[in-house]
């Protein structure tokens, strides 16, 4: 039988990226029981941990355990009732999946669409959103398959005054760029852990304020199995039991209500990932990932390279590039990956054979992962036979990271 | 900010148990991309491990990326159309969750009732199959609430014969107890980690067989945002996308279509679980845990507490005991664990305050954990001021360990 064998890689994709070394210390703790007070706490504190990364006083903040759409899912499913109406901008693949996610719920889903590598006028979605009048406006705010960021301030504000709900997925942005849950007036936010929180895939972190828990609210359902009667169902139960976030709530409140047996040492991991996050500081964080995003940037484009999407709307945290004429992405991805040990990613959809995607993201943003990217990837690029500016990309890149301070690497 | 404090503890509850040291150690390896060959061989032989845990040759058997519930709601979300006939006997909490996800996905169903300590009369559920003709029959194979054991295999082979498809949830039992997906007839078998495979909380390793398959694949939805052109989506697609086991297949297949991002170090911890589970032979192990449930039955008996349940049906991996008159149970717990740092449970409904749990599963189930629970447990009730057989406990125990052959821990 095969023990596991873990080659060493430089992962640059938008997600999953590298584990903060000390997340995976956390992660080889020994087992608590999930009712054990010293877990308890543990669960206590990563609540307001989450609270302070997603920048908002709200009294919910916990993970669901299960990866970013599981987040996502649970938000949904516990919000839509059968025929609600829902408004999704969709401007990426992310944009796709939330109009599923809504419609599987029973939604009736009302889309709209942005070219791929565009993002959405803020003015554009509030006429539709005046013109629909939805119970809930889903929005993606970094898509990684296009590489943008949409802003998200003016539709949280028109949301809120034209008292509709905004759900908005911050997967690809979470603790990787500004996101201001309470200011910008955003119901409900799910993130993800495997990409700017530096923690495996497995917890989808997320947030709900008291108009998100009112709704819900109603169609609160206590199992069988836990009560000494025979009670009647709520007729308006969540469909789901795994993704309903009353019994959520429950088990992360102090009443510890039993649901899941919580995924202790994932937990584990994001305690302590937020606590780097927390201690770098956000601002900081944020700074770190503009500053490697600019070497990375002014690399490619030294080299010959052309970005991919509208510069006005891209994510600090992922950089798309249009694949050379003539040249065989995955090719060159597959080639990048078995030489050097380096990934890099590809896309979906429309955009699938088009674009290579480069994340800098949380632990993975570093000098020394921008500098090998950038090599491996100009070096890959001229044995296939790409005219690239040979040698030029490093250059570019050290010019920054010579001439300007760096932020330091929590 | 507070770091992870981890205190050690000896914990003896049904699930969670304590991790295997390798699988922690496992857990701490470096991140790989999803698609690098290197995690996708990985994958491979999680899905072989599986098949070899579960006994049977399905074709799929991988995790969902959730808890153990995850998994259930898997399957039956998958399988259930609104208005499927389900059947579902219950003789403990779990069945009472089973009914409940079945319902919540639309079911109609149909509910059998074993009073709590008992297990069914396999041709009482027989003759209530012939009689209803479900769809899915939704059986517990070991229910912890009461720490009982259901025999399968007349069932199992009732259902076949029927074109019934039945679903086991083995989340208590699974690499604990013998348990033949193939030979019993299970169509279906969910299992969990955080019990015998002594891997933490948060994978739910399934497996399924054709029959399971063919039904779920006329439900076959590929997402809008992973393909060039529009699609009409199938109008009998499964209500959750995160559960809809056609897309945990092609994910889990040689086809590798992107759905969520596999939860890496999870995958990790199981592998290596799985690994350690085999090395040791399914039958010793399920030799292990016979032989330290009887050393802890003998050490409690002769101690003077009564066993509750009725013995025949008793589950290897777990023991529950009547809290002696006049002894608060929770009490006894909270000093047990402040104390001695042993965890052992309590119940739920009509069991809560009623009977302690103590669990002997997986890594947790070895000799130094049997006596320090027996002893700890003397030593808790006697300050309580029950009337115990003082010493006798761990001299029962002692009396197997001493005078009959151990099987080695693997």
């Known amino acids: 039988m095969q023990g596991l064998h873990i080659p060493q890689r430089t992962i640059m994709t938008p997600g999953p990226v590298e584990v903060h070394p000390r997340v995976r210390q956390a992660m080889s703790n020994r087992m608590l029981g999930q009712f054990d007070p010293a877990f308890t706490s543990i669960m206590d504190e990563t609540m307001e941990r989450i609270r302070q990364a997603f920048q908002t006083k709200n009294k919910w903040a916990f993970p669901v355990d299960g990866t970013s759409r599981a987040g996502i899912e649970a938000v949904m499913c516990s919000l839509i009732e059968p025929g609600d109406k829902v408004l999704i901008p969709i401007f990426g693949r992310f944009g796709h999946l939330m109009a599923e996610i809504a419609e599987r719920s029973g939604a009736e889903v009302f889309r709209m669409h942005a070219e791929w590598g565009t993002v959405f006028d803020p003015e554009d979605v509030i006429a539709e959103i005046k013109k629909i009048s ?155 990932h503009r500053y490697h995003e600019q070497a990375l940037t002014a690399g490619l484009e030294a080299m010959g390279l052309k970005l991919f999407g509208d510069p006005a709307s891209k994510l600090t945290t992922v950089t798309c590039i249009t694949i050379p004429e003539g040249i065989d992405g995955d090719q060159v991805r597959d080639f990048l990956l078995q030489q050097f040990g380096i990934e890099i990613a590809s896309s979906f959809g429309p955009l699938q054979g088009k674009i290579w995607r480069i994340g800098t993201m949380g632990y993975s943003c570093r000098q020394g992962n921008v500098l090998q990217v950038l090599m491996g990837l100009e070096a890959s690029l001229i044995y296939a036979g790409a005219a690239v500016h040979k040698g030029e990309a490093a250059r570019a890149a050290l010019d920054i990271y010579t001439k300007q301070i760096q932020p330091s690497l929590a």
């Open 134 to 288: 939805p119970k809930i406006v889903g929005m993606i705010h970094g898509d990684t398959s296009t590489g943008r960021v949409q802003p998200l301030e003016a539709i949280g504000k028109a949301c809120r005054s034209e008292d509709v709900l905004l759900v908005v997925d911050a997967v690809a942005t979470i603790t990787g760029m500004d996101f201001k849950t309470d200011d910008w007036c955003i119901d409900a936010v799910i993130g993800g852990t495997q990409k700017c929180l530096s923690v495996p895939s497995g917890l989808a972190p997320l947030t709900y304020n008291d108009r998100v828990e009112k709704v819900i609210a109603e169609r609160k359902n206590i199992e069988q199995g836990l009560v000494q009667r025979e009670r009647k169902p709520n007729p308006r139960r969540i469909h789901s039991n795994y993704f309903d976030l009353t019994q959520l709530q429950d088990y992360w409140s102090e009443s510890r209500l039993n649901h899941h047996t919580e995924a202790t040492h994932m937990i584990y991991g994001l305690h302590e990932g937020l606590q780097v996050v927390l201690e770098e500081g956000l601002e900081e964080r944020f700074n770190r």
